[in-house]
């Protein structure tokens, strides 16, 4: 059984859709995230999520907009996709800060 | 700014002998420190932790060492085994913002039968 599960796993689409990666989890975690692995592979936190409600939010442009409809998914839509925007994006969860992070085995992205 | 260093992209090592990879940090209010390991095409997994207050966590195989008024801490795995070829990514986190983990760039260990 999975415990955090993201889709698609691949996925190939051209400048300017619109896209959405979904992510469960079915640890009982309160703490849901997206981080995102760019082509220098590091891996930065995108959003973090507690309990349905948006805890962190980067520097991250707003075509790219998190949703929560409970604290077992946390999906990323991401509007006007834009050739930048090719990178892994991985969900992860946590139970709290001091846990550990619990990864999910990511989505590449491929803009073209 | 690249609150988490590690400063070797990749390693090689004897099946055998003992693996050290070596993370730095600039933020001293960091408390929690952890090692993740990936696969490829896979997602990170938690490997190992030590909190600021100790200077030593050991695992099996695994031992992480701090030396926090260097700001370093350092991973050693004995004896290294294949399977333990991996990418490697030192995490850190700050007390005052409890739910953000920063990611070092990784160190990709090779393990040679």
């Known amino acids: 059984d999975t415990a955090v599960s993201q889709t698609p796993k691949y996925l190939v689409t051209q400048m300017g859709n619109d896209k959405s990666i979904k992510c469960e989890q079915n640890?009982?975690?309160?703490?849901m995230y997206w981080y995102k692995q760019d082509s220098k592979k590091f891996l930065k936190i995108m959003f973090s999520?507690?309990?349905?409600?948006?805890?962190i939010n980067e520097t991250v442009p707003n075509r790219f907009s998190p949703k929560s409809p409970d604290k077992a998914h946390l999906n990323l839509h991401i509007n006007s996709l834009e050739l930048g925007d090719s990178a892994v994006y991985f969900c992860?969860?946590?139970?709290?800060?001091?846990?550990?992070?619990?990864f999910g085995e990511g989505s590449w992205l491929t803009v073209v | 700014d690249q609150q988490v260093k590690q400063n070797s992209p990749s390693l090689s090592v004897q099946e055998g002998r003992i693996s050290i990879l070596n993370c730095d940090y600039t933020?001293?209010?960091?408390?929690?420190f952890l090692w993740y390991k990936k696969y490829p095409a896979e997602g990170p997994t938690f490997l190992i932790s030590?909190?600021?207050?100790?200077d030593k966590n050991e695992d099996g195989r695994f031992t992480v060492f701090l030396n926090k008024s260097a700001k370093h801490l350092s991973l050693h795995i004995v004896p290294s085994q294949p399977g333990d070829s991996a990418v490697y990514f030192c995490?850190?986190?700050?007390?005052?913002?409890?739910?953000?983990?920063?990611f070092g760039p990784g160190t990709s260990l090779s393990v040679i039968p």
């Open positions: 992860a969860s946590s139970p709290d800060h001091r846990n550990t992070i619990y």
């Open positions: 640890l009982g975690h309160d703490t």
């Open positions: 999520y507690n309990n349905k409600e948006l805890i």
């Open positions: 933020n001293s209010m960091f408390d929690y």
């Open positions: 030590i909190s600021s207050i100790k």
């Open positions: 995490a850190a986190s700050l007390k005052t913002s409890y739910d953000k983990v920063i």
